[in-house]
Structures are given as C-alpha cells and as structure tokens.
C-alpha cells in the first residue's frame, strides 16, 4: 500500500535553530506539495513542485523558509531562522497532476508537528 | 490529538442515520473538486471526487453532488458509523494558474453511538 512518508512525526525546537522536514512522495506522483495547517488558518498550501521542478511558493515566507527536491524520492521543508509562529503541522502530498488534463486525488503523509518554543 | 480548527462547524448525528456536509467553493473556474477525511493525528486521507462535467458521484456508501450554478458541493455518507467521526475539507482545484488544491475550512462530524 503505497503511501507519503514524513520525517520526524514531533519536532520540538527553540526560536532560532533550523528545522528540516523530509518527505517521501509516493514513486510515480510527479507533483509534489507542502502545506502548512494551524488552527487558526486550517490547510495552508505552502509550496509545489511538478517533475521536481518549483512551480509556485508564493505561500512559504522567503526569508526563512525553503523548499527543494533534490531527486524523485525526497522532498525538503527547511526553516531557518524558526519562530514560534511557524508552529503548526506541516503535510505533504504528492500525485500526478497534468497541465490540463485529468488529475489524480493528492495522497497526504501523516505530517510533521512542530513546535517552536 | 491534533487540532484543526478551533471554530470548526460540527454536525452531530446518530450512527445508523444519513449525514449530508455542505461546502460552498470559492472559484467559478475550478474543475475538479475532492473531498477529504481527515482523523486527529493524521493527514487528510481522499474520499471521492468530482469533475465539474459531472454533477454526482458515487462511492462506497459516499455520493458527492455538485452544483456549479450555485458553486456548492455536499458529502452524503450513508448509514453513518462511528468510524466516520472526523474533520471532512472540500477542497478544488482552478482549470487555469495555480494547479494546487485549495481547501475549504472543514466541518467536524460527530456520530452518537
């Protein structure tokens, strides 16, 4: 049963350390996607990208965070400097999305829960 | 158990009975639509979804309607069990310019045993 696999499940850190988030997409889906849920704002999208290529982070705050794929099986959500607002449950989801065509549902990982204290 | 909204909608329902959640999307150019399950300490997980040439769709005791007139979308699960209880987002996807799910802001269901 193929599925998203994410890394750490809890991350607990201080304001200021970096924090990386791996991701594991599912093998085939070519678009890749980090999304950010917090109670306040519910399901963020933060960042995609398709055949490993960024495609939009105009969600994802450019000073602190980025977000690479450096090959077709891992996926980063890197923060630096953190904050305490950057807590909140970070999800990625991967599937086949084609320009104009039909789409395949997103298959969401368990997520990561950060806490910046 | 992780929080998903504070001020969420909450339908409660008794197991055995039919639950019906609603969901007013956003942009009239979107074409495909899906609904998600989303239980505490997991990710969402996909339910159905919709294209928008269609106007209903069934699954496994599930069947999402869409109206494109009135951009609304409804979840029925039939014979509601308590296994169901869960946060459930639509969620659509525009024909043109950002290709990514966009997610409504969810309804907790809550089944009565």
């Known amino acids: 049963d193929a599925r998203v696999t994410q890394t750490p499940r809890h991350k607990v850190t201080e304001m200021g350390q970096e924090v990386t988030m791996r991701c594991q997409p599912i093998?085939?889906?070519?678009?890749v996607f980090w999304y950010r849920q917090t109670m306040m704002q519910g399901l963020e999208l933060l960042a995609y990208?398709?055949?490993?290529?960024?495609?939009?982070d105009s969600g994802m705050p450019k000073d602190r965070f980025s977000a690479e794929m450096p090959d077709a099986t891992l996926a980063t959500l890197k923060i630096q400097p953190s904050e305490p607002r950057d807590s909140a449950v970070y999800f990625c989801?991967?599937?086949?999305?084609?320009?104009?065509?039909?789409?395949?549902?997103?298959?969401f990982g368990n997520g990561t829960r950060l806490t910046v204290t | 158990g992780e929080s998903v909204g504070l001020h969420l909608p909450t339908l409660s329902v008794q197991e055995g009975d039919n639950s019906i959640i609603n969901c007013a999307y956003s942009?009239?150019?979107?074409?495909?639509f899906i609904w998600y399950k989303q239980e505490s300490g997991k990710g969402p997980q996909f339910i159905i979804d919709?294209?928008?040439?269609?106007d209903k769709r069934q699954g496994q005791r599930v069947t999402v309607l869409l109206n494109k007139t009135v951009k609304h979308l409804s979840l029925q699960i039939a014979a509601t069990q308590p296994g169901d209880s869960a946060v459930y987002f639509c969620?659509?996807?525009?024909?043109?310019?950002?290709?990514?799910?966009?997610f409504g802001s969810g309804t907790r269901l809550q089944v009565q045993p």
């Open positions: 989801a991967s599937g086949s999305i084609l320009a104009g065509k039909n789409n395949s549902p997103l298959h």
């Open positions: 969620a659509e996807i525009p024909i043109t310019g950002r290709r990514a799910l966009t």
């Open positions: 093998l085939g889906h070519n678009t």
């Open positions: 919709i294209r928008s040439n269609m």
């Open positions: 990208f398709r055949n490993r290529a960024p495609l939009d």
């Open positions: 942009n009239s150019a979107s074409d495909y």
